[in-house]
């Protein structure tokens, strides 16, 4: 594998941004960021009215294009219809049969409209909550969108939540409506999604209505406050005019786990979140007009919101939705599908790359991938192994690979390797635009290249993170942690080429094929067993999830270890936060390594785990 990898020409002169031309509107980024964003919010998007200031700055608050008015669906639908993708495919989706269903833009506008003059019929309003927990169907985002069109908040819940992490999400963001389906599928088995959301939201005063789109005709029983999705859209205008949104009104809140136990609820608002999801999927991506993109994500997390609606949509490009897993049926099934739709861009996990390598390159080879023109990763750091087998196995070696680094709080790509850049495998790449990344000490001091410190970017970016859900405090941890700067909470390495390799997390969160969960979360799930006296977890490498939970368990005085206590334990996670969480090991321990002040020394059980030193152990109880 070489150190780094230089575009072929044909790349670069395909790309929209030259090595040259990323160098100046960088520096021109960093040098006048308000004249630079100004730029571009007027040129890319149409607003109803424009902004009074591009940038204020009130240590820790900012808003971005202050006073400015737009709605962010009349970028990503109307202003395509009165256009010339007015007919172009907005969305085909795909289940695990291969059944496809397609919408137009026009069409998608169509029944966005419906669906928010559905919403204003059960008495939503703009500034009201509406939670999703729905499968990847183009309903669901007909639905986002059909709240950004009336001003609604919406909060996506992936679908594969436990009912008790849905109700705490719905309960912090008092949700008025929540829409589900009676299924979704995975692996050829139905999932039942109305039975979680209906234990979710029993004896929940808050919610009104419980909307269900029931798939495929089935038989379904409604109960108290649940209605039929189709019924009452069907029987609405196809007409709605967008609310006009100022540009610092909320878009959504999405739920992410941190160190703490209880989820944080992550507050992106209209103006800065259109531009800066935008501009990144045109830019990054390098998107052309005829192209089929492909990004895998579930709009249940963050890439699903801004690389699967929201920014492909702004751009007008037309967009494949895959029900399911990506081995199921058959091994080669995302494989058969690049080939039978020509996909140009693919943008997926390093889990799932991990996972579809594993079954080997004879499920690769018989399908046509020249369509490929861009791959990118997103989720987590990708080895030089893996992002060499994906460069050569699936781009032919002709591709271009794109790493992207980047959070739930940051809304948008921030570092990236952009298609004519030169690209240096298993390193996430350069800042974007306006992005002024720094490693740093604990003390916030800047480190020499080469040396492992904590990531933090200088300035807001307009797709920032305004807040968190009823508690502020907890926004202002990012900004204060170190004073200043926003501490990202990566561990990182600069190399003397100005590319960034994220090395991992510095606090207790566990990134799981990509989704984070704190390790507080997770051991307060396991330590509600009755049998369970103390616990701690940390990250252990796996082959397919690049982590995976490891959980010591201290058990109650009368309780002995066995196979069914270790199994009742793994269900209880399940249970309390979904089965993405579910320990890959679970061990009885009879005591767990403490300072004299009762702290768990969790780096002693990581270092342990590794067969790394455990370093000084002057502090420990025992």
Known sequence: MPDIFFPSDAIKNQAHITEDEYNRLYAESLGDPE???DRVARTELEWFSPWEMVLDWQYPQYKWFVGGKLNITHNCLDRHVNGINKYKKAFIHIDEEGVETSVTYMELLERVNRCANALRSLGVAKGDRVVLYMPLVIEQVVVMLACARIGAVHSVVFAGLSDKALRERIVDSEAKVVITANWTKRRGKKIDLKGVVGRATEGLDTVQSIVVLVRDGDACELHTKEVNFDDIVAKQSAVCVPVPMDSE???????????????KGIVH???GYSVYTHYTTKIVFDLKDNDTYWCTADPGWITGHSYVVYGPLSIGATSLLVEGAPDYPKPDRWWEIIAKYHVNIFYTSPTAIRLLRKHGEQYVSPHDLSSLRVLGTVGEPISEEVWGWFYERIGK???VLIDTWWQTETGGHMIVSLPSLPQKPGIAGRPFFGIEADVVDVQGTRLRDGEKGLLVIRKPWPSALRTCWNDEERFEQYWSEIKGVYC???LAIRDSDGYIKIIGRSDDV???SGHRIGTAEAESAIGTHPAVAEVAVIAKSHEIKGQAIKAFVVLKSGHSESDQLRNEIKLQVKSEIGSYAVPEEVVFV????KTRSGKIMRRVLRAQESGEDVGDLSTIED
Do not use: E, H, M, Q
């Open 510 to 512: 566990i990134n799981i």
């Open 35 to 37: 004249a630079f964003w």
């Open 249 to 263: 009104d909320p878009l959504f809140v999405l739920y992410t786990s941190g160190s703490t136990g209880k989820p």
């Open 269 to 271: 608002t209209t103006g």
């Open 590 to 593: 009879p005591t767990l390594p």
């Open 488 to 490: 990202a909470g990566d």
């Open 397 to 399: 070696g002709r591709c």
